[in-house]
């Protein structure tokens, strides 16, 4: 059974404490996790906040650089990092930042008029969303930092929901416990200066990976997780979004999918096979529409260990995707050369 794409209720959550789970056509206005249970019992609205992880995170795909940033709040801590892949010399520098003190950090309660930043000493990254105005701006503004060049840029991200068809899916990792993400591949513009030199980002090349997400994650979880994207020979863009994680039945309740042109298609369960992260992937959808191989060219990786209690082992490789889909009517798409990300995540927090 294809799954079906429902109309946006006006909360997440309902007054009686009820969820609506599902896929739907765009981002809540009202995404309000903190009147979920979360338990079978009454807990208080610290600990609910506590418990809930949000974050938002931006991948932007040009032809010759990849830049990848997240605004993350875990609660006991928040976390944002900037990098810069180039492409063609195989290169790669990091700036990041763990909020402290003197740290201001906000995660968007929504992406129609609230934003996210981060801002430290010599790190200030800002995502202002405008979606009732169909884009989002990224404001980027680094210093030097040991060998890291400075970084000033802003780029437009077009997600006009009268064009694009997001992916929004409420799932259930209990009955009372739910997992929110808000996906999307659109076209970007913009400038970024690194160092001396600048990249014009042009929006018939450029594309943009939006990755919004707010979840009460168990205090053992995991997630590996596969995007790639750009323009085929016909111009149009390609993309696509696959996961598994700790969701047991994620044959319907998932978060995979893929675009063509702005369109969705929703797919069924993914299945990833892989050893060393930096070796080839094979990943597949169980309803046979969706084959791919991923070869990695280089990683983002983070390891976090506190005492034991909060442990983050975090594997990002990036590189070139290549493979198939097969669409509804049957046809078959070849894919080749697109680059995306996956990610290999096992977390205690």
């Not at 890291?148 to 259930?172: H, M, R, T, W």
């Not at 063509?260 to 069924?268: H, R, V």
Request: hydrophobic residues 40%.
């Amino acid at each position: 059974m294809v799954r079906k794409v429902q109309a946006t209720p006006a909360r997440m959550v309902e007054k009686d404490g009820s969820i609506n789970f599902g896929t739907f056509r765009t981002p809540f206005r009202n995404a309000n996790m903190q009147d979920a249970p979360l338990y079978a019992f009454p807990v208080p609205g610290f600990w609910k906040n506590f418990r809930l992880k949000e974050w938002q995170h931006f991948g932007i795909i040009t032809p010759t650089h990849y830049f990848g940033m997240v605004i993350f709040d875990a609660k006991f801590a928040g976390i944002s990092f900037f990098y810069v892949y180039d492409r063609l010399k195989n290169t790669r520098f990091e700036h990041a930042r763990q909020a402290g003190k003197k740290t201001a950090i906000h995660v968007a309660s929504q992406i129609y008029d609230d934003g996210c930043r981060l801002e430290a000493k010599g790190y200030r990254l800002r995502f202002e969303n405008k979606l009732d105005q169909g884009f989002h701006r990224i404001l980027i503004d680094m210093d030097r930092y040991q060998n890291c060049p400075a970084v000033q840029g802003e780029i437009n991200v077009y997600e006009d929901l009268k064009f694009v068809e997001p992916l929004v899916q409420v799932s259930p990792i209990t009955c009372t416990r739910p997992f929110y993400t808000h996906k999307a591949a659109v076209p970007a513009s913009g400038r970024i200066v690194v160092g001396s030199q600048e990249i014009v980002l042009k929006r018939d090349a450029a594309i943009a990976l939006i990755d919004e997400q707010k979840t009460y994650y168990p205090y053992f979880s995991f997630w590996k997780w596969s995007t790639a994207a750009g323009y085929g020979e016909n111009g149009k863009l390609v993309a696509f979004n696959l996961c598994q994680n700790m969701i047991a039945d994620d044959e319907d309740f998932n978060e995979n999918c893929f675009w063509l042109d702005g369109k969705i298609t929703c797919l069924k369960a993914a299945r990833f096979e892989f050893g060393d992260v930096l070796k080839p992937w094979k990943i597949k959808t169980m309803d046979g529409k969706l084959d791919l191989s991923f070869v990695p060219e280089g990683e983002r990786a983070q390891k976090i260990n506190t005492a034991g209690m909060i442990r983050s082992d975090f594997h990002q490789p990036f590189g070139l995707y290549n493979g198939s889909f097969k669409d509804d009517r049957g046809m078959i798409r070849p894919i080749k050369d697109l680059f995306g990300l996956a990610e290999h995540h096992l977390t205690r927090y």
